[in-house]
């Protein structure tokens, strides 16, 4: 059973629109919360985090929102840009270090200019 | 170079072959963990080190799996008996003993495609 969960395998988006990136959880131990952007053939890249005492944690044109009590979070690009055009991991751990990250299995950003 | 790399970037390997998969961290980094990403899938977690406490194999698949980490820096994953069902990219990927939210470094990964 997935403990982290992102059912859209993948999305199309036009340059300079809002891409938004949902995933959800089953585990009510996670309190950190981690998304990575990976390019074919190299690996993942970290891209921003939120712990679970925020709701909301913005970084540039990156914005990751938290909702605990519906165990979901979506990350927000604004504006997109075809270099985001990648796969976008979110992760999730129950502790801010030395324990293994809990991955969903990705969705494919594609951004059309 | 100041990130995390792994060798090799590729292997092709037979059925019932020994393959042996490299990484070294990022220097400084005293957590290393493996991972692995079969196609269409998440990456699941395989192992964790942290300085010289005993390592966590919670997550290998099987005994066929193994790993270690030598003088607290680089590690070698080794899988014995290849089967075509670990046919995989293998990541690495290595952090600071605290962090504020458990972010790891990455390495590009080792395709591991088993015939």
């Known amino acids: 059973d997935q403990q982290v969960k992102q059912n859209s395998p993948s999305l199309s988006v036009q340059e300079g629109r809002i891409s938004i990136l949902n995933c959800d959880y089953t585990?009510?131990?996670?309190?950190?919360f981690l998304w990575y952007k990976k390019y074919p053939a190299e690996g993942p890249t970290f891209l921003i985090s939120i712990s679970s005492i925020k709701d909301k944690n913005e970084d540039g044109r990156f914005t990751v929102f938290l909702n605990k009590s519906a165990k979901h979070l979506s990350l927000h690009i604004v504006p997109s840009q075809p270099g985001d055009s990648a796969v976008y991991f979110c992760?999730?751990?129950?502790?801010?270090?030395?324990?293994?990250?809990?991955f969903g299995k990705g969705t494919t950003l594609s951004v059309s200019s | 170079g100041a990130g995390v790399s792994q060798s090799p970037s590729n292997k092709v390997t037979e059925k019932g072959k020994d393959v042996e998969l490299r990484c070294d961290p990022i220097s400084g980094h005293t957590a290393l963990y493996w991972y692995r990403q079969s196609l269409g899938q998440g990456l699941e977690f395989l192992i964790y080190f942290q300085g010289n406490s005993a390592p966590d194999k919670s997550g290998l698949p099987s005994d066929r799996f193994s790993a270690e980490r030598t003088g607290g820096s680089v590690s070698t994953l080794t899988i014995q008996r290849t089967q075509q069902e670990d046919s995989a990219v293998y990541l690495c990927a290595s952090s600071l003993v605290r962090t504020a939210n458990n972010e790891q470094f990455f390495g590009p990964g080792t395709r591991l495609t088993v015939l």
């Open positions: 585990n009510s131990m996670f309190d950190y």
């Open positions: 992760a999730a751990s129950d502790l801010p270090a030395g324990t293994a990250l809990i």
